[in-house]
């Protein structure tokens, strides 16, 4: 089945550093990566959308400066929260999408002290 | 905009037994595809069965099938034969036709009672 690896799976932080989290596929090629943030007891939130070669789209509400995608493979994106707050603290996943399913990775909790 | 509801915050049911979890969305697209995903505690996102809107049939896997009523926008999932496993936040989920990330409903938490 299409693996997605996340890395790294826990991390925690200053306030005022960047913190940068990748996401692979691992098994297959995906040129259209998601990624969402998840705060505690609520639903998944769509953050962007990250394509390979090209710059990556965000929803509204999303600070393009503050979270920087690059997806310069077709089988890595990465995710750098930059002068990351205590409010940024959230679990970060990613999914890679192969065949109009998507394809989670186990999620990255983030922790800005 | 898509949206999606999912109106049980939390369902139990009894080991063995039959549960079904609904969801409605709605949406002015007419090729869509559907999703339940499950996120036990460890937060894994697993998908759980897919339906694309374009097949009448209902989806099945295994103990989990779906019932995909297009017309009245209603994508509920049966759970036969409940186990202990299949407890776990459950997620009705779309995504359109385009190269969108999808829309997720607030969740279903689901309990086993032994």
């Known amino acids: 089945g299409a693996v997605v690896s996340q890395h790294p799976s826990r991390v925690i932080c200053k306030s005022g550093t960047s913190v940068k989290i990748e996401c692979r596929s691992l098994?297959?090629?995906?040129?259209?990566m998601f990624w969402y943030r998840q705060f505690p007891k609520q639903s998944l939130m769509l953050m962007a959308t990250?394509?390979?070669?090209?710059?990556?789209?965000?929803e509204q509400g999303v600070e393009k400066d503050k979270f920087l995608i690059n997806h310069a493979s077709l089988t890595l994106s990465t995710l750098t929260v930059t002068s990351a707050h205590p409010e940024d603290s959230s679990f970060y996943i990613c999914?890679?999408?192969?065949?109009?399913?998507?394809?989670f990775g186990p999620g990255t909790r983030l922790l800005v002290l | 905009a898509q949206t999606v509801t999912q109106s049980q915050p939390e369902m139990s049911v009894q080991e063995a037994e039959t549960v079904t979890l609904s969801c409605t969305y709605d949406?002015?697209?007419?090729?869509?595809?559907l999703f339940w995903y499950k996120q036990p505690p460890s937060r894994q996102m697993i998908l759980v069965i897919r339906?694309?809107?374009?097949?009448?049939q209902n989806a099945t896997e295994n103990r989990f099938s779906v019932n995909f009523q297009k017309a009245a926008k209603s994508f509920s999932l049966k759970i036969s034969d409940s186990q202990l496993g299949d407890a776990a936040m459950y997620f009705c989920a779309y995504l359109g036709g385009g190269a969108d990330g999808l829309t997720f409903g607030k969740g279903t938490h689901l309990i086993i009672q032994p």
């Open positions: 098994d297959f090629q995906a040129t259209t």
């Open positions: 990250s394509n390979e070669g090209s710059k990556a789209t965000y």
């Open positions: 339906q694309e809107a374009y097949k009448q």
């Open positions: 999914s890679a999408s192969g065949s109009e399913t998507q394809y």
């Open positions: 949406t002015s697209e007419s090729d869509y595809y």
